[in-house]
Each structure stands twice: as structure tokens, then as C-alpha cells.
């Protein structure tokens, strides 16, 4: 049996979606409104698995969400994600980078990142499953 811990969390930034190498009529093309600046209500839900450890749980609530606010709440929460990223920040590329981030952060605990869901709106994410499914 498999036990998965989630947390969600929510920061609020801006981004514009554009390739700088376009023009603005061609940025409007590809990306319609978003390629002017606006912001989101950021959701992002993390899932981990591990083993139950003798105090009953995979990991601490608490101690998951330490770790999430620290290398990605905290790092996007009220800021120009154009500015943080190399890539169009679209919700595929930063669920991308949140992925490596976390992955390189939980390689001191004892659980797996599975997925994690960002989404922009209420009814648009994107997901990324971290481990193949069996």
C-alpha cells in the first residue's frame, strides 16, 4: 500500500507571456491577452509518498509545508515570474522548475515527490507526476 501526504498552498505574482525575440503583434498571436502583464492567484497542491514512521505519519503537515514555503511560495509569492525564470513562464515550464526545486529539497527527508498541481485559475492547471505509474 502506498500512502501519499498533500499539502496546497497559494501565492499570488505576474507574468506575461512572450517570447522576447517576437514582436508585440506576434506575442499577441501566440499567446492572445496573456502576452500582456497580469497576474494569478496561484494554487500549487504537492503530493509526497513514503513510509508511515513510528510517530504514524509520512512526513509532519507542518514539516511539509516548511519545506514547500520555503523553495517555492516564498520564492514566486508577489513577484515578476518573467524575472525568475529563463523560459515563457507558462504553467507547464514553472511546474517544471518547481519540480527540480522540490526534488532537490526533499533529498534530505525520507519521502518521494509524486505530483504536484499548479493551477492559475480556478478551473486551468497543470500536472506533473513525478514517478511512472505501475
Given amino acids: 500500500m502506498k500512502i501519499y501526504t498533500t499539502i496546497s498552498t497559494k501565492f499570488e505574482a ?70 525568475l525564470m529563463d523560459k515563457v513562464p507558462t504553467a507547464e515550464n514553472m511546474c517544471i522548475e518547481i519540480v527540480n526545486k522540490l526534488q532537490k529539497a526533499f533529498s534530505t527527508e525520507d519521502i518521494n515527490l509524486e505530483e504536484i498541481k499548479l493551477y492559475e485559475t480556478d478551473t486551468s492547471y497543470c500536472k506533473v507526476r513525478c514517478k511512472d505509474e505501475q
Fill in 14 to 83: 505576474a507574468h506575461c507571456l512572450c517570447l522576447p525575440e517576437k514582436g508585440d503583434e506576434e506575442n499577441e498571436k501566440l499567446f492572445g491577452k496573456c502576452s500582456n502583464l497580469h497576474g494569478h492567484n496561484y494554487k500549487l497542491e504537492v503530493s509526497v509518498s513514503g513510509d508511515i514512521k513510528n510517530d504514524g505519519m509520512v512526513i509532519n503537515f507542518k514539516r511539509l509545508k516548511e519545506i514547500i514555503n520555503k523553495n517555492v511560495t516564498n520564492y514566486y509569492d508577489h513577484q515578476f515570474i518573467n524575472e
